[in-house]
């Protein structure tokens, strides 16, 4: 049982209702006073208990219980139900810590040090957050290697078959994703929208307000100046983005800067994109090398034809790397794409073959939650 914190801050405006806050179960006032404010901070409008033990429902249906110290010796008997955190302000009584296990709180939390912690715990909660995302990094190993176009059948192929879906254009020189997709007028946030980020973005927001392209959202480049983006900000928007859970894929560049690197620290594995091409695999084994010191669980995605007739098994080898599957050229892949048709939109091509057979592959290792 802990608590502690980090700073906290929305990045993107909205003019949404407020979000269903927790439980508060105390009779300080002092302490009902701050917990209050803390609520306001993230938006969050809890339901205060005062004077009796809180009802059955609201007990069991709260996504958060906060229970100030001063009532916790009353709650012995209700229901253990998780989610629930004893709100203490004095550090040096001991007996805190046997109260919380009376009650089955997971966590002890002081105040004020532990306010910033909380209130990140409360946003979490309003915002309902669950698992989250499969974070699947794409590099390529050479340039035109094709790591765009897998990125984008990727996140095509899982919001066809039902999980939440992002997709987030790491590589400012690529041309951007939502081209790629199609998606170039839709509206929304880009990446300059977003270069000021800091601390926490609320997920829900964040997903309002990217543009959504073929059932997914994309996070993509305008057509601007700006050329990279803080490290501060790829921390707090690919948090946001993995908090709601489903699928977040990742286009990034072989160049592995500071933002990409982050991002590579996020991700739950790497795609590194390999033309069966002996030059192709000299140079990969450096984007490789660089890869893996941000990320253990790295592996070879071969594309083909191989002009001289190496196997992937044997790229997958030479790189040290293990192969996630071999695909073949697309036919008609060009013409789809000057139609707006993305990549991965024909389920029985060989992107759709390789995509659908890689998520059911990942996901439930992953745990990856489903939604809309």
């Known amino acids: 049982m802990s608590g502690s914190g980090q700073g906290t ?9 407020p979000s269903e806050g927790p439980l508060l179960v105390t009779e300080d006032d002092q302490l009902i006073e701050q ?23 609201a007990w069991e249906t709260a996504p958060l219980v906060l229970v100030g110290d001063d009532v916790a010796h009353r709650l012995a008997g209700l229901a253990t139900r998780p989610q629930v955190l004893l709100v203490g302000r004095d550090l040096d009584d001991v007996g805190v810590w046997q ?39 794409v590099l390529g190993g050479r340039g035109g290697a094709g790591a765009s176009t897998l990125a984008c059948a990727l996140a095509v192929t899982a919001a066809r078959e039902g999980h939440r879906t992002v997709l987030i254009d790491g590589d400012p020189l690529g041309g951007g994703l939502d081209i790629l997709l199609g998606g170039e007028s839709e509206a929304g946030l880009r990446w300059p929208d977003l270069a000021g980020s800091r601390g926490r973005v609320s997920a829900v927001e964040l997903e309002r307000s990217l543009p959504r392209i073929h059932e997914l959202l994309a996070l993509s480049w305008d057509r601007g100046d700006l050329l990279t983006i803080p490290v501060e900000a790829m921390r707090t928007v690919l948090g946001a983005a993995r908090r709601r859970g489903g699928v977040v894929v990742l286009d990034l560049p072989r160049r592995i800067d500071e933002p990409a690197g982050e991002a590579l620290e996020q991700a739950d594995l ?15 084994g450096r984007v490789a090398a660089a890869a893996r010191m941000r990320l253990t669980d ?16 044997e790229v997958a080898r030479g790189l040290r790397l293990p192969l996630a599957g071999e695909i073949l050229a697309e036919p008609g892949l060009s013409g789809d794409l000057e139609r707006g048709r993305p990549p991965g939109d024909r389920p029985k091509g060989p992107l759709g073959r390789f995509c659908s057979a890689f998520l059911t592959e990942a996901l439930p290792s992953a745990g990856a939650g489903v939604g809309a």
């Open 270 to 284: 790497g795609l590194l994109v390999i033309p069966a091409e002996l030059r192709a695999m000299t140079a990969s």
């Open 35 to 57: 917990l209050l404010r803390i609520c306001a901070a993230v938006g969050a409008v809890p339901q205060v208990v005062c004077g009796a033990p809180p009802g059955r429902q």
């Open 99 to 137: 109260r919380a296990v009376v009650i089955g709180a997971r966590h002890v939390v002081f105040l004020p040090d532990g306010e910033l912690w909380l209130r990140d715990r409360i946003a979490d909660a309003a915002e309902g957050v669950g698992p989250q995302a499969l974070t699947v990094a």
């Open 298 to 313: 790295l592996r070879a995605v071969v594309r083909g034809p191989a002009p001289g007739g190496v196997t992937g098994e």
């Open 9 to 17: 801050q929305s990045a993107v405006p909205s003019a949404d209702p």
